[in-house]
């Protein structure tokens, strides 16, 4: 009876503070709303905990001409590049470049509804201090490759235009799509591909040196296809826009990504959804945002500090990472690290987490377990551990010390886990419906 009447307090102090903050945190989200049920989902699991607008709507995310990879080329303009001489194009269609040069820029000045597709055909192009294609407007750029190798490559330091810094290889103040059916081979001092907007990639191969972020976008950088090689970068994949925090997502849904980075291999400020593809991540945190969410595909981490790390990078949405299906491997390194490290909470509903390491999970919120494998250190386990402390142990393991394991305490207190968070959820939905009319992704 004195637990009932200490938990209707805690209940109450809650009812108060949700009513007074309108707090948004939530215990899980429901993102694949749209797609229909979670792969890999456990029979009878429950759906989440609070109900949360979908953020990432990838219904129309890539078009049809996101998707081509062999445009028509019946009336494309033809240009061969040359030495020192800048190419500049203003109006929409499609370009197809050739050759080789050093010191030459290919400027995109187009109106703000226009198309520019540049076909590369075996280009080579070296700058010392320039981008080598240079988006000043356009609706959105689309850089194809044709079958062949083609080559792009900044090799001194990055000098400013007035007061834009210039500070990547293929540098676009707009909307950006690479695809097609060759190889693109970019070397930068700095970022290799940067996208003031949105950067798609839907086909190609891709190869990336560089010491900044290989593909920088400040909106989101969305993958359908493709295969991408990143090497000696500081970051991957980075999506970040550092005067608004609802905006930086990134968004993977197939195709391939063999990164190894200095820093993270991915990084978002919001969501980073991971629906398919073949992952293989080397660096020092292997994928870094606020909500992180895996339904599909195949992620090999190895890090040498947070091998997935759910923090509070943005003020829009709470710290969460969320398994609904797919095959999640991760080595890390030694010390203080953990394979899955969340400032809010931790859900897992299906797919396979095979962790090594001496801290396999670390999180300050709450942890469901609802279907799925669980693989700590070679062990199958229906137990999300929490590490305290650098390794101290788990919870379960000391409150059984203790003589009163999680689920002796909850039925002392007559009320079950999940009701208890399902009902804090819900309130926390009210006041985010309340609080917040906008998306914190559009």
Wanted: some cysteine.
């Amino acid at each position: 009876m004195k637990n009932k009447k200490v938990m209707a307090m805690i209940m109450a102090a809650i009812i108060a503070s949700l009513t007074a903050c309108g707090t948004t945190s939530s215990v899980t989200t429901n993102l694949t709303e749209e797609a229909g049920a979670r792969p890999g989902k456990a029979a009878g699991a429950e759906a989440g905990t609070a109900e949360q607008k979908e953020e990432i709507n990838t219904e129309d995310m890539f078009s049809e001409r996101d998707m081509e990879q062999s445009p028509d080329l019946s009336e494309a303009e033809r240009i061969e590049v040359s030495d020192n001489k800048n190419v500049t194009i203003d109006t929409e269609g499609i370009y197809v470049i050739s050759g080789e040069a050093k010191e030459t820029t290919i400027y995109v000045e187009a109106g703000d509804e226009d198309k520019i597709q540049l076909v590369l055909d075996n280009v080579t192009i070296t700058n010392k201090n320039k981008p080598v294609i240079y988006v000043k407007s356009a609706d959105k750029v689309f850089i194809t490759t044709a079958d062949g190798n083609n080559s792009l490559s900044v090799t001194g330091e990055f000098q400013a235009d007035g007061d834009t810094n210039t500070d990547a290889v293929i540098f676009s103040k707009d909307d950006l799509v690479l695809n097609g059916t060759g190889t693109l081979t970019v070397y930068s001092t700095d970022n290799a591909v940067t996208s003031k907007d949105t950067l798609k990639i839907t086909g190609g191969n891709i190869v990336i040196e560089c010491k900044g972020s290989a593909l920088e976008a400040h909106d989101a950088i969305e993958m359908a296809d493709g295969n991408v090689d990143i090497s000696s970068c500081n970051d991957g994949i980075h999506a970040e826009d550092s005067d608004d925090d609802t905006k930086g997502y990134v968004y993977i849904g197939g195709g391939s990504l063999n990164i190894t980075a200095d820093d993270d291999a991915i990084h978002a400020i919001t969501f980073v959804r991971i629906d398919n593809g073949s992952l293989t991540l080397k660096s020092a945190e292997g994928i870094a945002g606020t909500v992180i969410q895996i339904n599909n595909g195949t992620v090999d981490i190895t890090a040498s500090d947070d091998g997935i790390n759910a923090a509070r990078k943005s003020g829009s949405v709470s710290p969460l990472f969320e398994m609904n299906g797919g095959e999640v491997t991760i080595n890390m390194g030694a010390g203080d690290t953990d394979g899955v490290d969340s400032n809010g909470d931790i859900t897992i509903n299906g797919g396979t987490i095979d962790i090594t390491g001496q801290s396999t999970f670390d999180y300050d919120g709450n942890a469901i377990y609802n279907g799925g494998t669980i693989i700590e250190n070679g062990k199958e386990t229906n137990t999300i551990t929490n590490q305290m402390m650098g390794g101290m142990g788990n919870r379960g393991e000391m409150n059984e010390r203790n003589g009163m394991n999680n689920g002796e305490m909850r039925n002392r207190e007559n009320m079950n886990h999940g009701d208890f968070f399902k009902e804090q959820g819900k309130m926390r939905g009210q006041g985010r419906m309340q609080d917040k009319q906008n998306p914190a992704i559009q």
